[in-house]
């Protein structure tokens, strides 16, 4: 079975960091691609950072530029998201999600729709 599972959310104060992680099984992890996505309270789920198939592009909203980085582990089958400065309207549930290789995902943005499998989401909180 495939699953994707999201983890590391969490309640923090204004300007304090987190890791999230993303925990894959049951496909080649290191064929797919992953992006990491967001739905705010009240808002549509929108991209926040998704990478090329080949890695060779990298997109990050522009909301978390600077101060989000990704990367991935292939030998642990795992992604992460590290989210520095965090800013209350960064609160949301954070989702990964695992595309085959497709040439539509080229590092621009994050075409949600392009994504196979989505894990279960973790809740980010950030408190002023």
């Known amino acids: 079975d495939v699953q994707l599972q999201a983890s590391g959310g969490g309640l923090v104060q204004a300007g304090g960091s987190l890791r999230l992680s993303c925990a894959a099984s049951?496909?080649?992890?290191?064929?797919?691609?992953i992006g990491w996505f967001r739905q705010a309270p009240g808002k549509e789920r929108e991209g926040v950072s998704c990478?090329?198939?080949?890695?060779?592009?990298?997109y990050y909203a522009d909301s978390v530029k600077g101060r989000f980085t990704r990367s991935s582990d292939n030998a642990k089958n795992t992604a992460y998201l590290q989210m520095n400065s965090l800013k209350p309207e960064d609160t949301a549930v954070y989702y990964c999600?695992?595309?085959?290789?497709?040439?539509?995902?080229?590092?621009?943005?994050?075409?949600?729709?392009?994504?196979?499998?989505w894990g279960q989401g973790t809740l980010v909180t950030v408190s002023s």
């Open positions: 049951g496909f080649p992890f290191d064929r797919y691609t």
């Open positions: 999600a695992a595309a085959r290789p497709n040439p539509w995902i080229d590092g621009s943005s994050c075409p949600m729709w392009e994504y196979d499998f």
């Open positions: 990478i090329s198939s080949g890695s060779s592009s990298t």
